[in-house]
């Protein structure tokens, strides 16, 4: 069954429980346990994602629920630990690569990728708060295979989304795996040395276009 939106309208913390308002004003009952692992307490007006079952005391019951993101979730180390991870990538790429004329091009476009995937995420997510029509998964991991991984990363954890689902989880990982061997064997392998020099004589002819249009400064 296809999860809807609602607001947790009431929260008791003490007893663990409370109520969520869906759609059409109906107040479901929803138990802490509904929100799996949490890290911070539940709190009256937050926006959720739950799917109902039938409960023999309440009628229906909320489960899996998803809480919405909320700027704390910026301090959760569900965040910081991907976000040290994309640092990381980020990283090691400009301290082997940043001598080669191609760097500036290849960092523009992995950020351009990245910060793409990260908007379509977040897209998706907002459809299905507002259950419209979806970015299609293989749309997500297509761009996750294009370098937009670290996007993907980040807005995982931060827009709560696509975290838990199979098997999108288990094929977004092997997709990352993928992406990281085929830029790894274009970085460091002997066989692809030839096109890493063609790409640094091609890079370094834009580069001197760019400095006789005034576009940088600096010497190229």
């Known amino acids: 069954m296809k999860k809807q939106s609602g607001v947790l309208q009431s929260w008791d913390d003490v007893r663990g429980f409370g109520f969520i308002t869906d759609k059409k004003g109906r107040d479901i009952f929803v138990h802490v346990s509904a929100f799996g692992r949490i890290r911070s307490r539940p709190k009256a007006g ?3 994602l739950f799917r109902v079952e ?4 309440k009628g229906v019951r909320a489960v899996e629920v998803e809480r919405c993101w909320r700027p704390a979730h910026l301090l959760l180390p569900e965040f ?6 994309v640092g990381a990538f980020y990283g090691v790429l400009w301290w082997f690569f940043s001598q080669n ?3 500036i091009f290849l960092i523009i476009f992995l950020l351009l990728i990245a910060g793409l995937t990260f908007l379509m995420f977040g897209l998706d997510k907002r459809a299905a708060l507002n259950e419209r029509q979806r970015v299609p998964e293989n749309t997500l991991q297509l761009l996750s295979l294009a370098g937009g991984w670290p996007g993907a990363l980040l807005a995982r954890p931060l827009f709560r989304h696509k975290t838990r689902k199979q098997p999108f989880r288990t094929v977004f990982w092997l997709v ?3 992406n990281l061997a085929v830029l790894g064997f274009f970085l460091f392998s002997p066989q692809a040395a030839p096109l890493r020099d063609w790409l640094d004589v091609q890079a370094l002819s834009w580069l001197i276009t ?3 249009w005034g576009w940088i400064s600096g010497p190229v």
């Open 46 to 48: 937050e926006k959720v």
């Open 101 to 103: 004329a191609f760097w």
């Open 54 to 57: 039938p409960d023999a005391a």
């Open 176 to 178: 990352v795996v993928v």
């Open 80 to 85: 910081l630990f991907p976000l040290m991870m």
């Open 210 to 212: 760019l400095k006789e």
